[in-house]
């Protein structure tokens, strides 16, 4: 047995310090194996068949002359298929009825899955997968969706559906400036780098799945639900993902893949096409909100309604929160919110980054800058004069605000004084040049994690927990969490991720990754430490110390979390050709302790150019008469590229959380708060004419006209 010696405080930390991605080498040279690259021996391959039709039944399908193709193994439909139990609540609630393939002849909307051919190759399948006929019993479809649908309906997701308090109308009335405006936005769609993609095999009664996705325990619990198995009886191994973004959870091709690898007894891999992704991977809603902001003459609030009008499925019920934003960021003596859906037979959206807050931004952030101008105020001026100092729909105090802090920083770097509040004053050759700023908000909460921690004689360290790194530089922050807590340097850590095995920990999503996972790290890095300080002896298999943080999150006081930011945009107008160029953003947030510099800025600046793709480029749009989408694929579905980026900045001031043991909130999805408000504001003050519905096409601007000013 060995000893092994961790420091006494005198290491330089390893947080807050940038680094490198540890696996980045891998990447880049193409030795990282993502879902769709492991090999196995008899591997089989499965091509998923989507209906043609938005809505009706599957008369018949003719199954033989495709199993008489060559390398054909198998059709899986609804009439040979294994039963699934979806009688049971999951990780994010009641199972959405798409992932629970084959079960009936019934066909919600266009792309939904009708079978699966499996085949020795994957050209094989996709050869028999498009020759199988299906014959369908076609009934009348709708997919029409506007914020006056008179079936919507308030609903009740990870938060109320609606809040209220005040006399809405009373306090509008004796505002002396009022906007009351309706903003929409578009359905958008995730478009990872990497596909969907899973294989599952038995082996010795045990069932595994090679998948790409954002928490591999919280698949495990799925399958095991769906498939009426023991949890221990599943493993599911992601190591790395090529992003998620929300979209890589329990989808229809990991349930298809582990139903044939059950009936053929061999591996069997499914992966997603880009177009089959548009209906299956989820996507974020398109909503219809109304903002209806009443001010005193010195711009403070006196009303706040904030409506939103999402779509969800006619088969699972999912809400665009997007009134998230006002419950969090404004106050006033009348607040009303709701979050309203309708359901119509297109696919079941899901989270997308910044699920609420993304869209919800838009709305009320533009709706303010449009208040500030009625009132005659400095759009950051009129954001200050509104600071809450508890949470205005739950009363809670907030632990830690720095939006202020973020407004005074990011004005001067920006140069916001030198800024003529007129619109359409400035004026570069054929171009008109603005300036626009919003505010951004996103939770920062904590979930139960575990992790392990594993001291060896050579003096090195290795970390086990179930993280997901979705692109986010995951791995690497826990290396130098984890390298703190030991006081040693990270190159004696190790860090391993994306294993079932390694027991429960939080998912990659809702900015909630990090954090708990640091925590989870932290606690038992630093009882191992404890340890070996007192000398433990350590044998050849090392000495592993667990941990579990479920009773220390269960014990944190009641408070609004969240990180804040605050954007600007700088962007020039050619109301000739409707073109609109971003030519600089700057973010400035209030994040909490920032792991690892060289990642955070990443992350930020990339949420940063999301929003200009939101707020430019991204519109998904729906054929009524088929109830598909025209160009589902990345020609015809528009997203900011090279040339569309201007020079981007992204930076934070100091913001801890005291009950936080690494002062860590989130990044994952703040830098795309605000952005797409901060650049339509900026229209507005080049041209001005306010544009509340998003994209922010040329036709649109060229049919808005000649500046007014």
């Known amino acids: 047995m060995t000893t092994v010696t961790v420091g006494t405080s005198v290491q330089a930390p390893s947080v807050g310090t940038a680094h490198t991605r540890v696996e980045g080498r891998d990447k880049v040279t193409g030795a990282a194996r993502y879902a769709g690259e492991v090999p196995f021996a008899d591997l089989a391959h499965g091509w998923l068949v989507l209906s043609t039709v938005a809505r009706g039944r599957i008369r018949d399908i003719d199954t033989d002359p495709v199993l ?41 909307h266009l792309g939904w899955p009708v079978a699966l051919v499996v085949a020795e190759t994957s050209e094989q399948a996709r050869e028999a997968a498009e020759a199988l006929v299906v014959h369908y019993e076609q009934q009348p479809h709708d997919i029409g969706f506007d914020g006056e649908h008179p079936d ?36 958008e769609h995730h478009n990872p780098m990497e596909p969907h ?86 996507y974020r809603s398109p909503t219809t909100q109304h903002v209806r902001l009443g001010a005193d003459a010195d711009g403070r609030l006196r009303a706040l309604e904030h409506r939103s009008v999402s779509l969800t499925s006619t088969v699972h019920e999912f809400v665009e929160a997007s009134a998230a934003p006002a419950r969090v960021m404004y106050d006033a003596d009348a607040h009303h919110t709701a979050n309203r859906v309708v359901r119509l037979d297109v696919p079941t959206p899901t989270f997308m980054r910044a699920p609420g807050e993304a869209p919800g931004s838009f709305a009320l952030e533009a709706a303010l800058d449009e208040l500030a101008e009625k009132c005659g105020l ?3 001026e009129l954001r200050l004069r509104n600071e809450p100092d508890k949470g205005p729909v739950s009363g809670l105090p907030f632990a830690g605000r720095n939006l202020p802090d973020c407004f005074r920083e990011g004005a001067r770097r920006f140069g916001w004084a030198d800024r003529d509040p007129r619109p359409g004053q400035r004026r570069d050759g054929r171009w008109l040049l603005g300036t626009g700023t919003a505010a951004a908000s996103f939770p920062a909460g904590a979930a139960p994690s575990t992790a392990s921690a594993t001291a060896y004689p050579d003096g090195t360290f290795t970390v086990r927990i179930s993280a997901a790194d979705i692109g986010t530089g995951a791995r690497t922050a826990l290396i130098l969490v984890a390298a703190d807590a030991l006081d040693v340097p990270p190159e004696r850590v190790r860090v391993r991720i994306g294993d079932s095995d390694f027991g429960p920990a939080m998912i990659a999503g809702g900015s909630m990754g990090t954090r708990s996972w640091s925590w989870a790290v932290t606690a038992a890095a630093r009882e191992l430490r404890e340890r070996l ?15 579990d943080t479920t009773a220390a999150i269960g014990a944190l006081a009641p408070a609004e979390r969240h990180s804040f930011g605050a954007q600007f945009a700088e962007v020039a107008v050619d109301v000739s050709t409707g073109e609109v160029r971003v030519r600089r953003m700057l973010g400035v947030f209030a994040a909490g302790r920032i792991v690892n510099p060289l990642t955070a800025r990443n992350q930020l600046r990339g949420g940063m150019i999301w929003g200009i793709s939101m707020a430019l480029h991204e519109e998904a749009v729906r054929d009524r008469a088929s109830g598909g989408h025209v160009g589902a694929d990345l020609a015809g579905y528009h997203v900011a590229t090279h040339a569309d980026v201007p020079h981007i900045e992204a930076d934070w001031i100091d913001d801890t959380d005291p009950a936080d043991p690494v002062g860590i909130k989130g990044i994952g999805e703040i830098g795309i708060v605000g952005a797409a408000a901060a650049v339509a504001n900026a229209v507005w003050h080049a041209t001005g004419v306010r544009h509340r519905t998003l994209p922010i096409r040329p036709d649109r601007v060229i049919l808005a006209g000649a500046p007014r000013v």
């Open 152 to 187: 919507a309906y308030p609903v009740d997701g990870h938060m109320p559906g609606v809040t209220e308090k005040g006399d809405l109308d009373a306090e509008l009335a004796a505002s002396a400036a009022v906007v009351d405006a309706e903003y929409t936005t578009p359905e």
């Open 197 to 282: 993609a899973a294989t599952a095999r038995w082996d010795d009664g045990r069932l595994e799945v090679i998948d790409s996705n954002q928490g591999a325990t919280w698949v495990v619990g799925e399958l095991a639900n769906l498939f009426s198995l023991e949890p221990s009886a599943v493993r599911v191994r992601s190591e790395h993902v090529g992003g998620g973004f929300g979209s890589k959870g329990v989808r229809a091709h990991q349930v298809a893949a582990v139903m044939a690898a059950t009936v053929l007894q061999r591996p069997v891999r499914v992966v997603l096409t880009r177009r089959q992704m548009f209906s299956l991977a989820g």
């Open 533 to 547: 300080a007192l000398g433990a002896d350590v044998p050849a298999e090392g000495i592993t110390v667990r941990s």
């Open 68 to 108: 008489a193709m060559p390398g054909v193994l198998a059709v899986l439909e609804h009439r040979n298929a294994l039963r699934l139990d979806t009688d049971y609540t999951g990780f994010l609630g009641k199972p959405d009825p798409t992932c629970a393939v084959f079960q009936h002849d019934r066909v919600p």
């Open 378 to 380: 400095d759009p950051i």
